[in-house]
Nanobody
Framework: QVQLVESGGGLVQAGGSLRLSCAASRRIISSYVMGWLRQAPGKEREFVAS????????SYADSVKGRFTISRDNAKNTVYLEMNRLKPEDTAVYYCAADMDIVAVRSAPEYWGQGTQVTVSS
């Protein structure tokens, strides 16, 4: 069992930056893929970014490509999401996720965090 705890959300003006963190309760085994998903009010949950724990290969949704960066710190069992040039449409609850399947982590991951709110004002 892996527990994921997100932090770093908050209120920011459009054009600003935030960094989200996701700390895992135990060492992440190398076969896992870590991801970030988000859900805005009245909208479906959507994939944001993912990173392979072993290789560091990343993937991004088109809507965040070039603005967001996902990274990991193996020693700290922590995944980060650096968000720059934020837009009001980035407002959502952001969830950290983990799964051994690179497809499943995008939509139905095995492990979820509790979520952290990001609000971008215009």
């Amino acid at each position: 069992q892996v527990q994921l705890v997100e932090s770093g959300g908050g209120l920011v003006q459009a054009g600003g930056s935030l960094r989200l963190s996701c700390a895992a309760s135990r060492r992440i085994i190398s076969s896992y893929v870590m991801g970030w998903l988000r859900q805005a009010p009245g909208k479906e949950r959507e994939f944001v970014a993912s990173i392979s724990w072993s290789s560091g290969i990343t993937s991004y949704a088109d809507s965040v490509k070039g603005r967001f960066t996902i990274s990991r710190d193996n020693a700290k069992n922590t995944v980060y999401l650096e968000m720059n040039r934020l837009k009001p449409e980035d407002t959502a609850v952001y969830y950290c996720a983990a799964d051994m399947d690179i497809v499943a982590v995008r939509s139905a991951p095995e492990y979820w965090g509790q979520g952290t709110q990001v609000t971008v004002s215009s």
